[in-house]
C-alpha cells in the first residue's frame, strides 16, 4: 500500500515538474502571441497576461504596410530552393557512401564532419567576393548555394544512413534483369527513401528559413525574413505588437512543419549524436 | 630474347568512376563554399587588411597574431566566449538530461510534453532573441512583471544591460533554446539500453539513485560527450543569438570571439586582424573537433 502509495506521489511529481517545465518552454510563445494581438492602448497600461481586448491590427499593418510580404516570398524560395538542390545532392553523395569502397571515402567522410566546424565570421568576407563573383549577390540563388552546401554534411551522412538500411539484393536483381546503376538506384532505392528524404527535407528547409548571418552579409534589398525582422527592430523601436505580429508570421510555417513531420525532425536532431 | 609482345599483358584493372561520378556535385559545393573560404581567410589573417585603404593591401605575416596576443579586448572577449560556452552548454546538459529522466517511462501525456518541450529547439532563432528580448524589457517587460507580482523583487532587474546580469541572461535564453536538443539525444540513447538490464538490477535492488549511477549513466556517457563536444562548437561559434540580444553590451560583458572578430571584420574593416581572431578561434575548435572525431572512431569501434 506504501509502495503504490509513494509511487502515485512520484507520478504526481513528476507531472508537477513537467508542467513546469513545459510553461517555461511556452511561455515566449504565448507572451508573443499575447503581444501580437493586444490593443497598443492596453499594452500601454503594463504587462498583462491575458489581453481583455483582441485585434488584429498589427498583423494588418505588418501585412499591407511594410515589406513583410515580399521577405515571406523571398524566404520561402531561398528555402525550397535549398531543399531542393541538397536533397538532390546529398542522395547521390549519400548513395556512393553506402554502396561502394572507393579511394578518397574515409578522407570525403572526414571532410564532412570537420567543415560543419568552421567559424561563419572567418568565411563571411571569402564568400561575398566570390558570391559577387558569380553574380548572384542580393539574389535569392546566391544563399541557395550557400545553405544547401551548409546542409551537406548533415544531409548525406543522413542518405547514407537511410541508403545503408536498403537491401543490395534489389538493386542487385535490378542490374540483372538489366538496369543500368542510375536507373536501379532512381527505380527501386528512390522510391523507398521516403522517410530519410523527409529527415533531410525538413532539416534543410529550417536551416535555410532561420538562417540570417550569411543573408544579413549577401542582401541589400531582397531580404529574408529574419533579416527583415531585424532591420524591424531598429524601424519599429518600441512598437512591440507590430514586432510580435511579424515574428508569429515567421514561427508560423516552422511550427506547421514541426507538428506534421515531427517523426522526421527528432529522427533528424538524433541522427548526429547517436548511433544506434 | 622474347619479344615484349609475348609478355602476357594483364590489363590493368580500371578503377570505377560510378562512385566518384555521384560525388562529384558535394565534392565541388562544398570546395567552393566551405573549404575555399576558409583558406581564403586564413590568407586574409595573414594580411595587413583595411577596407579603408583598400588598395593597399600587403601581406604582413604574423603580424596580426602578435597583435592579438597583446590585445586586452580580446582577452576579454576569449573569457567571455569560455564563460557563455561553459555555462550555455552544461545548463542546457542538465536541463536536458532532467527532462530525458522525467519522460523515460511511459506514462499517460508523455509524447504531449516531449512536443511541447521541443518547441523552443524549432523556433527561428531571430525570433527568440526578439521575443525575449521583449520578455527581458526592464521597464514594461513580463519577467520583471511577474517576479515583482510575485513579490520576489521589488525594483526592476536590467536583465540585458545589467553588467553581472546580462550574461547569466543570455546562458538562459540559450537554455531555454538549446535543452530540447540533449533532451531528445538522451531519450534516445536511453531508449537504446534493452530492458532487461533494467530488470537485472531491480532485482538486486538497486535503489533509482544506484540504477541512474551504475547503469544509465554510463550507457548514456559516449552520446552524451559527442553531443557536448558538437554543442561546445557550435556554442563557441554562434553570433547570432547573443547579437541580437545585447550586441555585445553592457561594456563588452557578453562581447564573445566571434561577436570581437565580426565587429573588427565588418565594423571597423580591418579584415585582416578580424579574420586572425576568427583563425584563433577556428584552432582552438579544432583542438575540440579533433578529439570529437577520435571518440566517435573509438566508440563506433566499441558498439
Known sequence: MTNKLSQLMLNLLRHV?????????????????????KPREEQMMGPTLIPKHITFEAYQHVWSETQFPAWFWNSLKVA????AMALLVACLAGYAMSRYNFKGKGAFGTTLLMVQMFPLVLVGIPLVLLISKVGVMDKPFGLVLVYMTFALPFAIWMMKGFFDGIPRSLEEAATIDGCSRMQAFRLIVLPLSGPGLTSVAVFTFLLAWNEFFIAYLFLKTKLTLPIGLLTFIAQFFNQWDSLMAASTLTTIPVLVFYMVLQRQLTRGITAGAVKG | MASPSAEIRRPRKRTDTFPYKMILPAVIMISAINIWPVIAGVYQSMMDYNLL?????????VQN??????????????LVSVKWTVGAVGFCYLVGLFAALLLNEQFKGRAIYRTLLLLPWVAPPVVVSITWRWILTDMDGLLNHILKSMHLIKEPLLWLSDPTLAMWSVIMVAVWRGFPFYMVTILAAMGNIPDDVYEAARIDGGNRWQIFRHITFPLILPVSVISTLLQCIWTFNDFGLIYVLTGGGPAGKTTTLSIYAYRQAFQYLHV?????????????MSLLGILYLRLQKKYEVTD
Do not use: C
Request: zero cysteines.
Open chain 2, 272 to 284: 585582416g586582424y578580424g579574420s586572425a581572431i576568427a583563425v584563433l578561434a577556428l584552432l582552438l
Open chain 1, 17 to 37: 515538474v513537467l508542467i513546469g517545465m513545459s510553461l517555461f518552454a511556452l511561455l515566449p510563445f504565448y507572451w508573443m502571441v499575447v503581444t501580437s494581438i
Open chain 1, 80 to 83: 525550397a530552393g535549398s531543399t
Open chain 2, 65 to 78: 597574431f602578435v597583435q592579438a596576443l597583446k590585445d586586452p579586448d580580446l582577452i576579454s572577449a576569449l
Open chain 2, 53 to 61: 585603404r583598400a588598395n593597399n593591401i600587403k601581406f604582413n605575416g
